[in-house]
C-alpha cells in the first residue's frame, strides 16, 4: 500500500507539468547593422562639404541656397531663346553711379545693391527680392509729387466775383491744390513714364528677373519690372542712407526729367 508521502510528491509533480511553462528571456545584443538601423537621433546630419564650400566662398545674392534646391526639375525647359541676367558687379557698379553720380556704387552695401534690382520672378524668389524695397521708394516717390504738385504753377483764370459780390479766398500757398489730383499724379507716376528713366540709367541691363517670353520682353512685362527696380533703390538709399537723401534722389534723378523744376 502506497504511503500518502508517495501520493503527495505523485500529486506534486503532476501539477507542475500541466502548468505553462514561462519563455525564457533572451538578452539581445545588438550588432552594428542593427544598431544603425534601429537607433534614433535628434543630432543634425552632417552637411555636405561641397555646399559648405559653396556657401562660404559665395556671397547669398550668388547663389540659390542649398536646400532649396530640388533634386530635379517639375517643369520642362522654356521654349525659345534664353534670357541672360546680369551677373557682373561691375555692370551694376557703373548703373548705379550713372543714377546716383561719382561713389554711387558704394551708397548701398553689397548685398543690398542686388537685392534692390532682384524682382521676385527671378530665381522664384529663392535668393530675395525687392517688393518691400520698392514699396518704401513708392511711398516717397509719391510724396515727392504731390509736394512738386503744389509748387508747381498753374495756369488759372483769376477768380470773378459772384452775384452776391463775393470774391473767392485766394492765397499762394493754395495756388498749386487744383493740380494735386489722383489723375494727375497717376499720370505722371505711370510705368510708361518711369521705365524710359529707368533704362537711360542702364537698370534694364542689370535687373534680374525672368521674363514669360525672352524674345517678347515688352510683353512680358518689363515696364512694370523697370519701375520697381526703380522704387527700389530709393527706398534701399532712405534705408541705409536717410530720408533727405532720397528725397533728393527722387527730385533729381526721377521727378526733374519728367519735367519739375525743384530750387537748390
Known sequence: MTSKRSIRTLISSANSSLRPTQPARRTFAPTSASTSAC?????????????????????????????????????????????KVNDDPRRLDEAYMRMLGPNGDKALS????????????????????????????????????????????????PPEMDSYGRMPYTHPALSGLPGL???AKDSILDKTRLAPIAERYGLDKVTRWKPQRADNLQGSGIEAVL????????????????????????????????GFMFEN
Open 181 to 183: 489730383t489722383h489723375e
Open 39 to 83: 537607433t534614433f537621433t535628434t543630432s543634425t546630419p552632417p552637411h555636405n562639404p561641397e555646399y559648405e564650400t559653396e556657401a562660404a566662398d559665395r556671397p547669398r545674392w550668388q547663389q540659390t541656397p542649398a536646400r532649396m534646391i530640388t533634386p530635379f526639375r517639375i517643369r520642362p525647359q522654356p521654349k525659345g531663346p534664353v534670357f
Open 110 to 157: 553689397e548685398e543690398v545693391k542686388w537685392l534692390a534690382v532682384t524682382h521676385k520672378s527671378f530665381d522664384h524668389g529663392r535668393r530675395g527680392f525687392n517688393d518691400r524695397l520698392a514699396f518704401l521708394g513708392r511711398r516717397i516717390v509719391s510724396l515727392q509729387t504731390s509736394l512738386a504738385l503744389l509748387n508747381s504753377p498753374q495756369c488759372l483764370a
Open 227 to 258: 519701375t520697381t527696380s526703380l522704387y527700389a533703390i530709393v527706398g534701399a538709399i532712405a534705408l541705409e542712407r536717410g530720408g533727405e537723401i532720397a528725397n533728393k534722389i527722387v527730385q533729381e534723378k526721377i521727378l526733374s526729367p519728367l
